[in-house]
Structures are given as C-alpha cells and as structure tokens.
Nanobody
Framework: QVQLVESGGGLVQAGGSLRLSCAAS????????MGWFRQAPGKAREFVAA????????YYADSVKGRFTISGDNAKNTAYLQINSLKPEDTAVYYC??????????????????WGQGTQVTVSS
C-alpha cells in the first residue's frame, strides 16, 4: 500500500552531518505520520523522531534533541532527517516508517504499518 525508500546514509567522521531521505510512494493519502527509527548492532530498534505530514507536530527522542531535525516535503512525498554533530553512538541502521494515525507521533513502533529497508549510518571517531 505504501512503499518507503531511504537514502543518504554513509560513513562520516564524528562531528559531521548527514541528511537522510525517505521517499514515499503508493497510497500516500493514508499517511498521517512519518517517523525515523534506528537499530544499532546488538540493540533493539529505537525511536528517533516523528512528524505529521503537515509539519504541525514533531517529536524527538531525548537522546537526539538539538542534533536531529525531522521534516517533510509534501510536494515530493519525501521525509528527511537532518543529523548534525554526529557521534560514534549514532552508528546504526536508520529506518523510515509511516503510520495512519497521529498516535504514532510519540514513537511506538507498533503504530507504524509501513517500513523502509533501512540505510546504514556509520560514524567514525
């Protein structure tokens, strides 16, 4: 119903920046919330940030506040995650996800019905 494709990951040095993109296609009209999650090696998947497509509401995990910025471009059906001041502990596979309701804004993974394949972010010290 909804397909998500992430891009923009890579290898960067600590202190650097990246912008991840998530292109959505299919039944875009059913999406209310776009979110980003990440999973580091040996760890559980964790919520990073979420936004309503309208941009009126955004939520961030405490661990990324001030360094990560989520945004969306309705015209391009694309969500973005700007990551600044990267740290080695940010190393993870980053996943884009889409949900039908506003309830997903607070980051519960079970609320997201659609997921991308992930993009690797590796931060060297």
């Amino acid at each position: 119903q909804v397909q998500l494709v992430e891009s923009g990951g890579g290898l960067v040095q600590a202190g650097g920046s990246l912008r991840l993109s998530c292109a959505a296609s299919g039944r875009i009209a059913i999406i209310y919330t776009m979110g980003w999650f990440r999973q580091a090696p040996g760890k559980a998947r964790e919520f990073v940030a979420a936004t309503s497509w309208s941009g009126e509401s955004t939520y961030y995990a405490d661990s990324v506040k001030g360094r990560f910025t989520i945004s969306g471009d309705n015209a391009k059906n694309t969500a973005y995650l700007q990551i600044n001041s990267l740290k080695p502990e940010d190393t993870a596979v980053y996943y884009c996800a889409a949900a039908r309701s506003s309830s997903a804004l607070k980051g519960e993974a079970v609320m997201y019905a659609f997921w991308g394949q992930g993009t690797q972010v590796t931060v060297s010290s």
